[in-house]
């Protein structure tokens, strides 16, 4: 979770714990329901890549912050602080948000970074983990469009992180659906579908925190046929190194195929 290296250093250190202590409390109510949503080689595999993206974060420290900076001194206007310039940069990071994940589904160059995050057989929270540990490098570069309109570099990154730590409680089968708010928000039933890889669910509701994006370009689904997870070239493995960069060697080898 990118946003985790920008946050205080207690809180880089306490949130990490509090994930992990829901990743626990969702395994036993797993165990203890008969829903058997953990398998314990997909953990411990998640809890790898988890580490190693942790790593990532500390060699690329501060990257994402210089590129936006970097692009913001061109923009188009400057904005002053305050809760109204956050809310704008909110709902445009989540604009943006959208169009990123769409593309890294939608392209086989970027998709060879996203591929690590689908190839969980199992649905759970601990399935959020998974990100490719190269994608700091990429990531800032989706979101220079905020700043050139003036969004402030620290409002951008803060919004992004905020979006990825709300999509956490998203990765779970613990939660039903949720009435009135699916096709509005993002949802654990929406990001369900996103995950699934039977074919009526491919490269569905890419939003981040709002589903209207979905709705208005036409790539919204509600959940319906149970989800089946992985994707469609079948299991990577469980080596944290392997899973990270299976994308990139089959890129390299034109075996690879988006997932659209």
Known sequence: MEFIAELPVA??????????????????????????VYEWRESLANAGVFVGMQVSKAIFFGWQLLVLSFAGSFGLAEWSGGVAAFLATFLITDFLYYWQHRIMHESKVFWAFHLVHHSAQKLNLSTSFRL???????????????????????????????NLLYQFFLHTTAIGKLGRLEGMINTPSAHRVHHASNPEYLDRNYGGVLMIWDRIFGTYAAEGAPARYGVTTGPVGYNPFVLVFHGFVDLFRGRLESRG
């Open 11 to 36: 809180a880089r250190l306490g949130l990490p714990m509090i994930l992990f202590t829901l990743v626990a409390w969702e395994a036993i109510w797993s165990r203890r329901s008969g829903r058997h």
């Open 132 to 162: 490719n540990w190269l994608s700091p490098l990429i990531v800032g570069f989706f979101f220079i469009p905020a700043v050139l309109l003036g969004a402030p570099p620290v409002y951008v990154i803060a919004s992004l992180g905020i």
